[in-house]
């Protein structure tokens, strides 16, 4: 519960941050449903092991993401599955999405042991919604749903590396 504000808030792993240059993603995505998103998670991340090799412009050090776009009327999203990469310019059949400049909150969640990562993200997404989000200065921002973002950190920095981070795009809240 973020009752503390701030505190509470970092203490969750939650901050607001301003990313401030376009970030580039290059993989393959499906339609999906809330019913049946775990299994096409599973079909895609097999679907890109295939089409990884063929993944030009890759950054160093590597970063995978999945990212969810907003439901549309009969409740289908894009699900999407990429690769951190430099440049846009892609093989046939490779999708590339952007990362846009501008607020999001970012949120770090434990990732090991894995088997407790969809109850960690389960959680911070309840506490995020229900508790932050309404008092905050922010709403949700429509450039995508959410991101999860997980970077392959170096020898250097072993604690960050058993994290991965999710990143919802925020706007400043209008007064009506």
């Known amino acids: 519960m973020l009752s503390n504000g701030p505190q509470a808030a970092h203490r969750l792993g939650l901050e607001v941050i301003e990313i401030a ?12 449903t809330t019913e049946n998103h775990f299994k096409v998670a599973q079909e895609l991340a097999s679907d890109f092991v295939n089409v990884q090799p063929r993944l030009r412009y890759r950054s160093s050090p590597h970063v995978m993401v999945t990212m969810t776009k907003a439901k549309n009327a009969a409740g ?4 999407f599955i990429g690769e951190k990469v ?44 229900s508790n932050f989000l309404p008092s905050s200065p922010y709403e949700k921002s ?35």
């Not at 289908?76 to 699900?79: K, L, P, Q, S, T």
């Open 76 to 79: 289908e999203f894009d699900y």
């Open 21 to 32: 240059t376009l970030e580039l993603f290059a993989g393959i995505s499906r339609k999906a």
């Open 142 to 176: 429509e450039r995508f749903d959410e991101m999860e973002y997980y970077g392959y950190e170096s020898q250097l920095h072993p604690k960050r590396a058993q994290n991965m981070t999710l990143l919802i795009p925020l706007k400043k809240k209008t007064e009506n």
């Open 86 to 129: 430099q440049q846009a310019a892609q093989d046939k059949g490779v999708e590339v999405v952007s990362l846009e400049p501008g607020l999001y909150a970012q949120l770090r969640v434990k990732k090991n042991p894995s088997f407790l990562l969809g109850w960690r993200l389960a959680r911070v997404r309840k506490i995020f919604y």
